[in-house]
């Protein structure tokens, strides 16, 4: 599948151009700059309007889907029968604590109901099929390690199966400070960070904007490490686009 | 490509096997009560599964029930051992997938630390993963779908999709969820959970009743099954999926959703409307699921559908249900009746049709399974006897 648009929240900011600079500036981990996303970076009232009330969780991935539909070109008409594929580790995990908060201080009469809806794993997806008014496939999927490589694995089959003709992919992952002390404590060697990075994927070929990335399926009958982190994608992703010695650009796993 | 059901493992409060699943059908037992896995000031009845099975002491509730379904869905399938086959594992689930662990949380914010022993239960909790451990699989074909309430229904889409696109030759499909205080809270917020026993497409439902339980499908290409010398009686022939983009947590009013996933269903299972014997609906007994979901029924298929919504048996069983729900469609088909949708008594004006009131025999080849979910998503599977 081709790869027609990204998107991109992360701690050094939004977008492409942010996302290449830090890179430019020879960071290796661009997002190592800091763990967290500013809550500036989350500030755009036409684009969140729908989700002004939603959580940080769900306003990085539909401003990451959003910039990742606008960079691929696709017209209105091709909204509508967008897919949308969410993978996720730990889910809105900041809003499932304020949840359990409202349990533990005003017991379980007293708890705040948009709390409990914005706490759902699906939220975000749900709030990016309205932002773009999309209704086709909309699925969010969880695994600790390749949530997101599990995604890529599902946008091949709804392509190939004509559920969609073009579908948003996203990795997407918030740190609270909760988590933050589980994973210090629990997963030593992991440098945990948030943000949110989405790739608009298609089998149309004039669409290709950076390169096409495919996963040999066969190999999953062997084990191996698959933990394709969404932020290193985009980051192959350009490398792979800017190489103007490879012809045949194609990212496989 | 036909892609063969040859196991099938149900646990709910109706029942911890499909033998005790069809008793309870059959005389129509609604095993709800007071919650007594943790306090609750919420006094509503829920559906609690008896004396489950203890596979693993230090894993979460849920995949202990995911396991007593795996067990007997494989052993249905007769698989003795899964090694030189290529397998995937697809569970949909919301309660797993979440770390609301109250007793952690209510130290960690006193203090600013606490144990995490019981944060163990979440992190070792990935059901898929932790399924294919149990079952000694090797395979990075592990998804764990969080939809909502249809996580269970899109994990077996996601699973017939493995199939289709040759993947791999056998999924270990479907959907669990316990009972937990998080979502019973939360769904009590909402103020769409009944004081009293659920009553699907009722005039006077009144909200829904939570449940737990696992529902488990062994999938396999037919040549595949075949080869291991299995003669296939069941079939999934078709999934849609659609969002509402609409609400996060109403379902679009028209319909139009759950209309267009019935449709992609139907195509994909290559057949007209008119063949779907009857559809086990997703009927949670809220006003609005219930009127958006019956009136599109009766829109698509007409007055005259046979339906029903096994709620009433199992409550609302989140991740579990629609595959719960997948299973109880293929006993309709594989056993020649469905049962009575318990709580419905009256018609709603609103919605214009009636869920089954009794035993009620089937003789098609063809039935749908509807799940609608928070977050605006529609999904249905078809499924189809020989």
């Known amino acids: ?253 | 490509m036909n892609i063969a059901i040859t196991g099938l493992g149900a646990i709910s409060a109706c029942g911890s096997n499909i033998k005790e699943t069809l008793q309870s059908f059959s005389l129509i037992q609604r095993n709800a009560h007071p919650v007594t896995l943790f306090k609750s000031d919420l006094k509503c009845p829920v559906f609690q599964v008896k004396d489950q099975k203890i596979y693993d002491p230090g894993a979460m509730r849920t995949l202990n029930l995911s396991l007593k379904a795996v067990e007997e869905a494989v052993s249905q399938a007769v698989i003795h051992d899964f090694s030189g086959y290529r397998v995937g594992v697809c569970i949909g689930t919301t309660v797993a997938s979440q770390l609301n662990d109250i007793d952690f949380y209510s130290i960690y914010r006193k203090k600013g630390e606490a144990n995490l022993d019981s944060v163990d239960k979440f992190l070792k909790g990935n059901l898929a993963e932790r399924i294919a451990d149990n079952l000694n699989i090797r395979t990075n074909l592990l998804c764990t779908i969080v939809n909502a309430c249809s996580s269970g229904t899109d994990a077996i889409g996601v699973g017939l999709s493995w199939l289709r696109n040759n993947y791999c030759d056998i999924v270990i499909a479907g959907g669990a969820d316990e009972l937990n205080r998080v979502p019973l809270d939360g769904f009590g917020s909402l103020g769409i959970v009944s004081d009293n026993l659920c009553a699907p497409f009722d005039r006077n439902r009144a909200g829904l009743n939570l449940g737990e339980g696992a529902g488990i499908l062994i999938l396999e290409r037919e040549d595949f099954a075949r080869k291991r010398g299995i003669a296939p009686e069941l079939f999934l022939k078709g999934y849609g999926l659609n969002a509402d983009a609409y609400h996060l947590t109403a379902p679009r009013p028209d319909g139009s959703g759950l209309k267009n996933a019935i449709i992609r269903a139907l195509k994909e299972a290559d057949i007209g409307l008119e063949k779907i014997d009857f559809v086990n609906a997703h009927g949670t007994a809220t006003r609005d699921n219930d009127k958006v979901e019956g009136k599109t029924l009766k829109e698509v298929f007409g007055e005259k559908l046979r339906f029903l919504s096994t709620k009433g048996f199992t409550g609302h069983t989140l991740g579990a249900a629609g595959a719960l729900e997948a299973v109880f469609t293929c006993l309709g088909l594989r056993e020649g009746w469905i049962p009575a949708s318990p709580g419905f008594e009256n018609e709603d004006s609103e919605i214009g049709i009636s869920p089954t009131k009794e035993r009620t025999e089937t003789k098609g080849k063809y039935a749908l399974s509807t799940s609608l979910a928070f977050g605006g998503n529609n999904s249905c599977l078809v499924i189809s006897r020989n």
């Open chain 1, 1 to 253: 599948m081709y790869i027609a648009g990204l998107g991109i929240i992360f701690s050094g900011g939004r977008g492409i151009i942010s996302f290449e600079e830090a890179l430019e500036n020879r960071n290796p981990n661009p997002s190592s700059l800091s763990k967290k996303v500013s809550t500036q970076v989350l500030i755009d009232k036409i684009v969140l309007k729908e989700a002004r009330r939603a959580d940080d969780f769900t306003k990085m991935a539909v401003l990451a889907a959003n910039d990742a539909f606008v960079d691929s070109g696709l017209n209105q008409e091709a909204k509508k029968s967008l897919g949308v594929i969410v993978a996720t580790a730990f889910g809105p995990h900041v809003t499932t604590f304020r949840f359990l908060d409202d349990i533990l201080t005003y017991g379980d009469k007293g708890v705040s109901p948009t709390l409990f809806s914005h706490s759902v794993h699906n939220a975000a997806a749900s709030y990016i099929a309205s932002n773009l008014e999309s209704r086709g496939p909309t699925l969010t999927l969880t695994q600790f390690k390749n949530s997101f490589y599990q995604a890529i694995i599902i946008a091949q089959c709804w392509l190939k199966e004509k559920r969609c003709e073009n579908v948003l992919i996203g990795g997407l992952d918030q740190l609270g400070k909760e988590m933050e002390y589980i994973l210090n404590l629990k997963a030593k060697e992991i440098m945990p960070q948030e943000g949110s990075a989405f790739f608009l994927a298609t089998e149309n070929k004039d669409l290709n904007k950076y390169c096409s990335v495919s996963i040999d399926v066969a190999k999953t009958n062997q084990l191996f490490d698959t933990t394709v982190n969404s932020f290193d994608l985009v980051k192959s992703v350009l490398l792979a686009k800017n190489d103007k010695a490879k012809t045949n650009k194609i990212i496989s796993f």
